[in-house]
């Protein structure tokens, strides 16, 4: 991978103007880094990125944005402002950024390279804003793993006249085109009545059988579901002992599809899976949807722009990737125009959620993709500022104009 900021010659248009961005990205190289790999040491699961959200909120501060934070409701979000010097209220570019980790794995998700990758790009912006219209907006989004934090940021306003939406994530490909599934966590609480296991078991009403009896259920639908959609789950509690019939069960499931409105049939399924599973144990059951992500609204106009830059550091996209999970960037997708590319920090193969994925985040590979990564940020950006009419046709094709 060529990935030499300094001496690399960036794609037009704008190719001085990208070149002094990747120049500001090298300049701040050690800070960049040194967030990424704090980050990575110190994981903290969705909604409890504290220290995370301060470190990057406190280097925002010293690059000249003005930082809110807490932003919205949740403690761990942020959203830094910095205006352009020429005055002009538009275009709002936002720059994104993700930072939770996976529970008992640590950054399996290498998320700690998108935070400093985002504040990379948003620190490179800031070393040219005197020359741009507008606003650089900096959304620091917190919980992408679980409970789809860019939903209550939206929510929360957030995202408000926000033009474009530009986030990286690593993998171990380079893919421009994602098609995320729609998917939603789901809590399934069985409850029945507890007996002794042994002298009157005739007495309880099983809240594990009620358990097996959905997952034993949730096997045989897949045979009758779309082989692209997903139905996954744990059991989180399983009774208290073996002599007691247990009267609590707690399941956590995701259920996800490609197709926004085939997942919802799935939905309707499930719910009548565990009805049926409670129907047949004599228990009760509750069941809890949350945590909502979509599917991605594709952006070429805004792709076509990473691509071109990209390919000036030597990177081929390699075309849509076939490998799908969800992420709630599908959320803001539908709210603005957004891309949300992929480069490679580890050897094609490695799988994601892992040791290995984990363990390559914070290798100087990625480091160097983490660097190129806030440098075509920063580019695809600066282009989105320079020319109204780029940011008009992303626009034309979100409306489904184009
Ligand atoms: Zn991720
Ligand atoms: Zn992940």
Redesign the pocket.
């Known amino acids: 991978m060529t990935t030499s900021l300094a001496t690399t010659r960036p794609a037009e248009p704008h190719a001085d103007a990208k070149g002094r961005l990747a120049a500001a990205v090298e300049a701040a190289r050690s800070e960049i880094l040194e967030l990424s790999h704090r980050i990575h040491a110190n994981p903290e699961p969705a909604f409890e990125e504290r220290q995370a959200a301060a470190w990057i909120a406190e280097l925002l501060r010293r690059n000249g944005y003005a930082v809110e934070h807490p932003a919205g409701r949740l403690a761990t979000a942020i959203r830094a402002v910095r205006p352009g010097g020429r005055g002009d209220a538009s275009p709002r570019i936002g720059i994104l950024a993700?930072y939770d980790a996976l529970p008992g794995l640590g950054h399996g998700?290498?998320?700690n390279t998108?935070a400093a990758s985002g504040v990379g790009a948003a620190i490179a912006l800031a070393a040219l804003a005197e020359e741009l219209p507008g606003e650089i907006v900096f959304l620091g989004t917190p919980a992408?793993?679980r409970g789809s934090g860019k939903q209550f940021m939206i929510d929360d306003g957030l995202f408000e006249g926000i033009d474009a939406a530009l986030l990286f994530?690593?993998c171990d490909r380079n893919h421009v085109e994602s098609h995320p599934l729609a998917s939603e966590d789901a809590e399934i609480v069985f409850n029945g009545l507890q007996a002794h296991a042994a002298s009157d078991p005739w007495q309880g009403r099983n809240a594990l059988d009620a358990m097996i009896t959905l997952f034993s259920t949730v096997g045989l639908w897949r045979q009758q579901l779309r082989p692209d959609t997903r139905v996954h789950g744990i059991i989180q509690e399983g009774g208290t002992a073996a002599n007691i019939i247990p009267d609590r069960t707690r399941a956590w499931f995701m259920l996800r599809s490609p197709d926004q409105a085939y997942y919802e049939t799935m939905k309707e399924r499930f719910q009548a899976l565990a009805k049926g599973a409670a129907l047949a144990t004599d228990t009760s059951v509750e069941v809890t949807f949350s945590g909502g992500s979509m599917t991605m609204k594709q952006n070429r106009t805004l792709e076509d722009r990473w691509v071109a830059n990209a390919a000036a550091y030597g990177i081929e996209d390699q075309g849509p990737d076939p490998n799908s999970?969800s992420?709630d960037m599908g959320n803001v997708s539908w709210v603005c125009p957004t891309i949300h590319p992929d480069l490679a920090i580890a050897d094609e193969g490695t799988p994601?959620h892992s040791i290995l994925f984990r363990d390559a985040a914070a290798t100087p590979r990625a480091d160097e993709t983490t660097l190129l990564a806030a440098t075509l940020v920063a580019q695809v950006a600066y282009e989105l500022f320079a020319d109204p009419a780029l940011v008009a046709a992303a626009w034309r094709e979100f409306r489904g104009e184009a």
Do not use: L, S, V, Y
Request: proline share 8%.
């Open positions: 993700e998700c290498g998320h998108m992408e793993e994530h690593p999970g992420t994601g």
